[in-house]
């Protein structure tokens, strides 16, 4: 893996990550043009790094929500109520994902990361969030103003609830953002709230994730992958990401989440209809 690749792993990365269209799913994809023939090693190599590459994004997060990152850290050592409270909410949520990820690892790297699989979950998940989006246009239960619940405020069954739904985000093509976002508007949180909840609950369950990847399987990407550019695609996976997250942000809370439901729908026809012209 070379300087350029490690460009474009970590463009695909930064940008899809906290957008609620898969970025596993992008980075598989991206892998299948720019290493369509890797050797088994190689490409178990790279199939690790496309998770680790997420170190990346945490920094971004880490940054822009360094206020909220503090109060929890004061939270837990007794000097900030409020951030105690949302600390023990995002560990509610990170637990389904904590007990299940490890068990399921090896089945989805055997079975879902290739475009057929990733094609079906894109479509899926495109029909959840159009019925959430006409759900809460609906029943007018979550408005786009600040009017809604505290993070801090939810209970730790709808905490857990977000982290249940997180999970089927294992699924490369579902996303993670995707999944915790209509998990907040489920559990009454503003558009803005929902997707500030997906960030934080990112960053425990990214950080999880990437560590486990490296420590898995550190000896066959120190074998099959440089350093230099691991890091560089990290780098630039950070980068993009923080622009993504300020932008979402803005952005869900003027206008939802239908560009995204056709984006993914769209993307989902074209990745099979190359499944079926190259069968």
Known sequence: MGYGDALIYGLVEGVTEFLPISSTGH???????????????????????????????????????????????????????????????LLFAFLPAALLGPFLDDLIEHFLLFPLPIACALFAGAVLMYWVEGKRKKANAFGASDSGKSLDDLTARSCFLIGFLQCFAMWPG??????????????GLTRAKAAEFSFLLGLITLTAAAAYKSLTKWEVMQSNLEFGPVLFGCLIAGISAAASVVWLVGYLARRGLGIFVWYRIILALIILGFYFWQS
């Open 27 to 89: 980075l598989v994809l991206a892998k299948e043009v720019i290493a369509p023939d890797a050797e088994e090693e190689r490409e178990e190599a790279l199939n690790a790094y496309l998770i680790v590459i997420q170190a990346g994004a945490i920094l971004a997060v880490t940054l822009i929500y360094r206020k909220q990152i503090w109060s929890i850290l004061l939270g837990f050592i007794g000097l900030d109520p409020r951030g105690r409270r949302l600390g023990t909410n």
């Open 174 to 187: 579902t996303s993670r953002s995707m999944m915790t976002i209509v998990g907040g508007y489920l559990v």
